[in-house]
């Protein structure tokens, strides 16, 4: 006889485990706080989609027929399961073995990262980080997935979705440490003629050219000679040509000695990014969860401070 659980209501599966455990109706009635006689009843229906007695009268009591006895301890095992399941066992950090994953511009990655994986040594020893870029983040389906616990950066915008004002962060105009431009001041016409590296993380994805509206604003041209996926290879590429570039000044501050990058001394238009913690309405209530988003924010912030 084939049986499809989804026809079984579980329920009686609860009710022929307590009719098991007390080798009584009565008795598994006044467990289940209800009437003998809807036990009764239930046992009817769960004999009818089982094709079996399941028990039998003896006495005051009952027995169960062999189909029971073998079903038992598996039901038994399945509520056991459940109820450890459905249990809230108070979260501990320090036993936590959860994969955080964050998704951070590689910006982010140079500079806060380093913080928060030394944070998590100390206060989620036993979990995993796992960080990976924006185009990621896009391409595994934003934080709605259950891929990504964590984002820093832009603030973003859906149903379900919890942002956080993180910090904002100030942009430098850099270029190579022996451009002509360096070591004087520049003009903003001559600020218009410079061409730049941009950075699209994402292409095609239409996203605001947040510092193309910067200039913009100022009435400053910005002519655009190339772009990359990131703001270490816009470094690399200023580095070695007269191209200039808007980084982020954590960036610069952490890594333009290496990167082989310095700020331009130039009316560069005023721009400051709002960056935000963001995360998804799936995640918002877990413990775990909560204990990483608060890890995160501590450590970028004292790395800012730093």
């Avoid at 990655?109 to 870029?133: D, H, K």
């Avoid at 095609?204 to 190339?226: H, N, S, T």
């Avoid at 130039?266 to 918002?284: D, G, I, N």
Wanted: include cysteine; charged fraction near 20%; charge should be positive.
């Amino acid at each position: 006889m084939s049986i499809q659980i989804a026809s079984l209501d579980l329920n009686l599966l609860l009710m022929l485990h307590t009719v098991l455990s007390e080798r009584s109706v009565v008795r598994a009635a006044e467990r289940l706080h209800v009437t003998p006689s809807a036990v009764s009843n239930g046992l009817a229906r769960l004999r009818s989609a089982l094709g079996d007695p399941l028990v039998t009268r003896k006495g005051r009591g009952i027995v169960p027929t062999p189909r029971a006895t073998a079903l038992a301890p598996a039901i038994a095992r399945g509520l056991r399961e459940l109820e450890s399941a459905i249990h809230e066992v108070p979260f501990d950090p320090t036993h936590c073995t959860r994969t955080f994953t964050l998704a951070v511009a590689d910006a982010g990655q140079l500079t806060w990262v380093p913080r928060i994986a030394a944070s998590m040594t100390v206060e989620l020893p036993n979990a995993r980080l796992s960080v990976v870029g924006i185009a990621s983040l896009v391409s595994l389906g934003d934080l709605a997935s259950s891929h990504i616990d964590l984002h820093i950066g832009l603030a973003g915008r859906g149903a379900g979705l919890h942002v956080e004002p993180l910090l904002e962060e100030r942009t430098v105009l850099v270029a190579r440490t022996a451009h002509p431009v360096l070591g004087k001041r520049v003009s903003a016409r001559a600020l218009g003629t410079l061409r730049h590296v941009g950075v699209e993380m994402v292409p095609g994805k239409g996203f605001r050219d947040l510092v193309g509206a910067a200039y913009a604003r100022a009435g400053i041209p910005r002519e655009v000679a190339m772009t990359v996926p990131s703001f270490t290879a816009a470094a690399a590429v200023v580095a070695a040509t007269d191209f200039v570039a808007t980084l982020p000044e954590s960036l610069l501050a952490a890594q333009g000695a290496s990167l082989g990058v310095r700020a331009v001394n130039a009316p560069f238009p005023a721009h400051t990014v709002k960056l935000a913690l963001c995360w998804h309405e799936r995640t918002h209530a877990d413990p775990a969860a909560q204990a990483f988003r608060g890890l995160v924010r501590r450590a970028v912030l004292t790395a800012r401070q730093a």
